[in-house]
Structures are given as C-alpha cells and as structure tokens.
C-alpha cells in the first residue's frame, strides 16, 4: 500500500473544499432520528481543521428504495450542532442549485449537498474505470469549482462511485483526519504488527472473517486466531462438533450461496493452521428462555448457541494480554440481549486491559467502544465494517487507491500543494 496525501501536507486557509464523508447512520424507523452519532463525532477533527476553507461536503445515507433512504438535511443539522458552526443544507448534488451555491461562498462557509445517492451515476458506475468515473456529472460539474478533494469516508472506502473515487485524476486528493487515522492502524495490522499478533473474529459474518484468518495466516502474521460467535459455532462444526442442527441451518441461511466456499475455508484452516486456532471450549445456549453454560464436549444441546462461556474467555485471556498486537472484529454471540452479552463485554475488557496495539474492527465491536464510553483505552476504533474486514482480508480498497494515485500524480507539485 503506497503512501497518501494528508492535511499535514497541504494549506488549504481561504480555499475551497470538497469533503467526502460517511455519515451513514441507522435511524428511527418512525422518527427518523438518528439512533447513533458516532460517525459524525469521528469526523469532526477535520472538519476543525477547515475551519478556514470553503467546504462543500458530500455524503450518502443508505440507498434508493430503503426505509432509511433520506435527504441529507438532518445529517447537517445534527453536523452543525456538534461543531457548533452553521453548516447550510443545499437539497441538490451537483446541479445549477449546488453549483450557485458552491460559487458564492466565503471563507469559513460549509454546505452539506444533498444525499449523492440520489445522482443516478453514483449507484450506477461499480465497475467504471477512474477516467470513466472522472467523467461522470458529479465529478464534471463539482470539480471545477473546487480546488481539492479531501475524504474522511473510510467506511465507504471499499466501493467505488464518482464521490469516492472519480476525483482522484483531476484534483490533489488528500486523507482527512479520521481517513488517515484508519489507514495507518489497519496497515499497521496488515504489513507490519507487533508480535505476536491476534485475531479475534466474530459476529455472523463468516465468510468474511474466515478470508481475513485465512490472509494474515498465508502471510504467516497472525500467531493466534480466535473465532467467537456464529463464526466460531462454525469453526466447532467444521472440526467435528455437533452443534446441532438448528445451528447448522442458521449458519447455512446466513451464508446462502456463499456456505460451500466458506465451508472449505474453514477446513483449510483446520487442516494447515490448526496451531494458531483457540476454539471455544464451552458455550452458552438458550433453553426455555435462559442462558446455560454447556461445555463443547456436552454438545449437541436443543438451543441455539449464543455466547461463549468463561472457560473460553480464560482460555484466549493470555493470547490477548500478551500480544504485541489484538485485532478484534465481530461479538462473541447475540450480544444484544443482556443474558448473552458477557463474552463480548469481557472480550472489550480484556482489550482495554492489554498493553497491545489493538484495534477495534467497525459494526457492532466499535458501537459498543463508543457506548462503553473506552475508545481512549484502545489503540483504534474503526469507523468502517464492511471496509475493515475488506482491508485486513488483504482485499482492493478503491477510494485508498485513488488517494495514493492521486498522491504519486500530484508528488511533483507538492511544494504548490503546500501553497494551497
């Protein structure tokens, strides 16, 4: 992964600005609120940082045809009231209304343009080339009224779409705060940890997980994986449990078409890196309504398996105490009812204890760094999921590509991109 353009690189005072975002937030089916601010707090480094450009920023909220699919008028009022600056709300993305907009600001202006997924080209452009997405409207019409494009959308970095990716050849792309932030942990997780080095995979997100174990362990980086949750039920099963059958078919429903490459995944990692697996060595099931701890010998039990138990947590303890580096994505089981949160809240406590560079993964483990009110006790808080898991997977990451293109275009007018 080569290098990126930060804020630290460029003078941006008096200039104007694109800032791409992801304030991407789950909201109130009926108010419309927003349940969770994180993503908006995480970026507000940045947008201090510009406090004497001219910004226009850009974002999405879900996607056409979704209940939660909004205007972005909500997402600047509740940006402007955490800044405690006025951020006006232009209900266009990149035509006259936007452009008059963008061509009458002054210096310290800040503009929130409206949902970019309301632009067709946006959703429509997956497979475009970068020259391809340069030409599209948005970029057409935004680029020239703009001096730079600066990004903070981490949690978005694994697509590519005109707002993500389409400036990097026509404007001096550089990483915000946050987008900087990201980078430099999940590298550090991903080219060069301290060891030795730890996975803990959760969640139900099993292919994905089990592509990140089997990368960091074909690189030969990770020393200890442990899968927890849906992900670990999967891995018992794969190495001869019984987990019962009501188990079994949630995980097939969960990974549909997706179970037959996982299921060999799994194996894989059985048959050549047995060595590095912590499996869960009990369990906690639901029966008749309650938590029961069951011991993996005893299974299969007549519940679903929803936490792991207190041998397993003291089972992984040393592998993150003593690690040089933890990276932890995912719950440990259906975290959400309290009868089964413990395994995920004593994992969060055994990472906050360490003295390991740790990382949080985004999702749920970041929503509970933040509720928990730690971020402080770890080393980074990821913002994204999606984009983490394809990050320490090994996997492309088009709007990081486009900064570091961006990056190698403009290096040899980097001294007039410090006079900007």
């Not at 292919?207 to 999967?234: F, K, Q, R």
């Not at 009990?282 to 792991?308: H, K, Q, S, T, Y």
């Not at 740790?358 to 913002?383: D, N, P, W, Y």
Request: glycine share 8%; charged share 20%.
């Amino acid at each position: 992964m080569g290098s990126v353009l930060t804020l630290n690189d460029v003078r941006l005072t008096g200039r104007r600005v694109l800032l791409r975002l992801d304030v991407n937030s789950p909201l109130d089916p009926a108010t419309k609120e927003f349940l969770d601010d994180t993503r908006f707090r995480r970026v507000l480094p940045t947008l201090r940082k510009l406090a004497d450009a001219q910004v226009v920023i850009l974002a999405h909220q879900s996607r056409p045809n979704r209940v939660d699919f909004t205007t972005m008028e909500r997402h600047a009022d509740r940006l402007s009231r955490l800044l405690g600056r006025v951020i006006t709300y232009i209900p266009d993305v990149c035509g006259e209304v936007a452009q008059k907009a963008i061509r009458n600001m002054q210096q310290g202006d800040m503009l929130f343009l409206d949902n970019v997924r309301r632009h067709p080209d946006e959703m429509a452009m997956k497979k475009a080339s970068p020259e391809q997405l340069s030409e599209s409207e948005i970029v057409a019409n935004l680029a020239p009224l703009v001096d730079a494009y600066v990004t903070d959308a981490f949690a978005a970095a694994h697509r590519k779409s005109p707002t993500l990716c389409g400036f990097s050849t026509v404007l001096p792309c550089i990483a915000g705060e946050l987008m900087a932030a990201e980078v430099l942990a999940l590298k550090t997780a991903v080219e060069n940890p301290p060891r030795p080095y730890t996975v803990v995979l959760g969640g139900v997100k099993c292919d994905d997980s089990l592509e990140i174990a089997t990368h960091l362990a074909s690189l030969d980086l990770a020393d200890n994986i442990v899968p927890v949750g849906v992900v670990g039920n999967l891995m018992l099963w794969a190495s001869g449990v019984d987990i019962g059958s009501s188990n079994k078919d949630f995980i097939r429903s969960e990974l549909a078409e997706d179970f037959e490459d996982t299921w060999m995944m799994a194996n894989s990692l059985i048959e050549h890196h047995s060595a590095r697996l912590i499996l869960p060595i009990d369990v906690a099931a639901e029966i008749d309504g309650e938590r029961v701890a069951v011991d993996v010998g005893d299974l299969p039990v007549n519940g679903p398996l929803l936490d792991i138990g207190l041998g397993t947590l003291m089972h992984m303890q040393s592998a993150i105490m003593d690690a040089g580096c933890v990276v932890w994505n995912g719950p440990a089981g259906y975290f959400e009812n309290p009868k089964f949160a413990f395994g995920t809240i004593e994992i969060l406590n055994q990472c906050c204890e360490s003295d390991a560079f740790v990382v949080i993964g985004g999702g749920h483990t970041s929503s509970l760094v933040a509720e928990r009110k730690v971020e402080h006790l770890v080393s980074h808080s990821s913002t994204g999921g999606g984009a983490c898991l394809t990050m320490l997977a090994g996997k492309s990451m088009p709007g990081i590509s486009a900064l570091e293109a961006s990056a190698k275009l403009y290096q040899d007018s980097l001294g007039d991109l410090k006079s900007l």
